[in-house]
């Protein structure tokens, strides 16, 4: 029997929760750097399995398969292709940046405030999310997916709820109450989302009579599997509805802002950078490989949804007055250009969106974790009170303005690249919707450059006049991000090299092919 790398993966962060939460109360740190060490172990295992990958192998490496609810067709199936192997990397590299950066975010106020759970409960959280994701990544089984998909929800509660942002202008009462609003909003939204995948999972289960996404694919390419077209059509929404919702995908979008504002800067990094990607990861892997006709079905409103996220997304970030709620608006609008790339059907477009997806990730985490620690010390949230960082503290302005770049997806940084081949790839078969779309990076520069200037340059305000530099902790958690922007923005082959095989056995499973150009190539 060989080696279960996968279930390794994924088992040795919730092994890491379960024992940085059995630390004693007092030992602090010690849980701190025990959640740190189980973090790094995991980021070995990930790394393990991107260098155990071959992209030119089979669609499913490293597969593992035993029986689990014989009587209901349910088997813990795991297997990865290059888009997980991506985003599981992506989940691994973040987590240590998270915890680090999260370093005092949940040490006990100096007032003797009850209200924040033991430090060793924040950091297992993050962990038990972490092996959660990772696990919704390698699940080829259909039931084990779901079954992670909705139990990730709890941990992020908590997380949310209980330790939320400590900067609010309002004081503490007001921080709770806004607190446990974002937390339950968060959980509902998701909750009904998950309740309506449910339905359509059940409803696949009677329809192939099993939740293996190998063989119900397999049965449904070779014809010895049919759906009727209603039938296919319903499950397809149920499916993405759930995955919509995780996305967030406009109208269903309302919860993330809230999130994001109310969460410390790293479990908004958490949210929008790890969880949220794995709705956009199940779109490719489920949506479009189980219901291929109904995918090609819902594409034009599919695509109108994502071109209003891109464009409302960003015209609601150029009003924030609040630094974490704007990014949480412009990660909408990102998530928009994900989403159009996904279901322009082109393979341009769909490695774009993957591309994005690892893109995204490490943008928005430099820039939330940067403007994570400007907040940490000011203490507001709010625009208006910054001014003149850049004199005092020239590193952190340089790093939250690469952060801010890559944002708008700047040539040279890392988004730029994904953002490209989702429009090439949008225009080639939309070119209306890829016009339109293209309004979206006019605004992204609108909105980062104005957040720049608002807050780091001009006369330096009173309050920030004594504000320090980064510290060296802080530099370790930025500077190894602010270089992967860079080298992947002039050498994103590493990344496409994994994920092209897997997209164009995406493209097969949807019977589509690339347009073919108007106008034929000089030779």
């Given amino acids: 029997m060989s080696f279960p790398l996968l279930t390794v993966t994924a088992a040795l962060p919730a092994v890491g929760a379960i024992a940085t939460a059995a630390v004693p109360a007092a030992q602090r740190t010690a849980a701190k750097w025990l959640a740190l060490l189980f973090s790094l172990a995991t980021l070995v295992l990930a790394i393990t399995v991107l260098v155990r990958f071959d992209p030119d192998g089979d669609r499913y490496q490293l597969t593992e398969s035993h029986a689990w609810i014989a009587d209901f067709g349910v088997r813990y199936e795991l297997g990865v292709d290059g888009i997980a192997v991506a985003l599981i990397a992506l989940t691994a590299l973040l987590i240590p940046f998270i915890i680090l950066a999260g370093w005092h975010d949940a040490d006990p106020l100096e007032t ?218 412009a990660s909408i609008s990102h998530f928009g250009f994900i989403i159009m790339g996904i279901f322009a059907m082109t393979s341009q477009g769909q490695s774009g969106a993957t591309l994005y997806m690892v893109n995204h990730g490490i943008s928005t985490a430099a820039l939330m974790l940067v403007a994570g620690f400007l907040i940490s010390r000011r203490g507001s949230r709010l625009i208006a009170d910054y001014g003149g960082v850049q004199k005092v503290a020239p590193v952190l302005a340089g790093t939250f303005l690469i952060g801010g770049l890559a944002t708008l997806s700047l040539p040279g940084l890392a988004p730029f690249v994904s953002e490209f081949l989702v429009l090439v790839g949008t225009f080639a078969r939309y070119p209306v919707i890829g016009i339109i779309a293209t309004f979206g990076i006019v605004l992204a520069a609108l909105y980062t450059l104005v957040l720049y200037q608002r807050t780091m340059t001009g006369p330096v305000k009173p309050e920030v006049a004594a504000m320090p530099d980064l510290r060296v902790r802080e530099l370790v958690v930025v500077a190894p991000l602010v270089v992967l922007l860079i080298f992947l923005g002039v050498y994103p082959k590493p990344v496409t090299d994994i994920v092209n095989p897997a997209v164009k056995q995406t493209m097969s499973d949807v019977q589509k092919k690339d347009p073919q150009p108007e106008v034929e190539a000089a030779k």
Avoid at 123 to 150: G, H, K, N, P, R
Avoid at 317 to 323: C, E, F, L, S, T
Wanted: charged share 15%.
């Fill in 112 to 329: 003797g405030s009850r209200r924040w759970r033991p430090t060793q409960g924040f950091f297992a959280l993050i962990l038990a999310v972490e092996a959660m994701v990772i696990l919704s990544f390698e699940a080829t089984d259909v039931f084990l997916f779901y079954i992670f998909f909705e139990a990730m929800l709890i941990p992020m509660y908590f997380l949310i709820g209980g330790f939320g942002d400590r900067a609010h202008e309002h004081g503490e009462k007001a921080a709770a109450t806004q607190r446990s609003y974002a937390a339950v909003k968060f959980l509902l939204y998701n909750l009904v989302g998950g309740l309506i995948m449910l339905a359509a999972v059940i409803g696949l289960y009677v329809v192939a009579g099993n939740f293996s996404l190998t063989e119900i694919a397999e049965a449904r390419a070779n014809g010895s599997l049919s759906m009727a077209t209603s039938t296919e059509r319903w499950l397809f929404l149920g499916f993405f509805f759930a995955f919509a919702v995780k996305a967030p995908l406009w109208p269903l979008h309302t919860w993330l802002p809230n999130a994001m504002q109310e969460s410390t800067a790293p479990v908004a990094v958490l949210i929008t950078a790890v969880v949220d990607k794995v709705g956009t990861f199940a779109m490719l892997r489920f949506c479009l490989q189980l219901f291929p006709e109904a995918s090609k079905w819902a594409t034009p409103a599919i695509l109108v949804l994502a071109l209003i996220s891109i464009i409302y997304g960003a015209l609601l970030a150029v009003g924030q007055r609040d630094i974490k709620r704007l990014i949480a608006y």
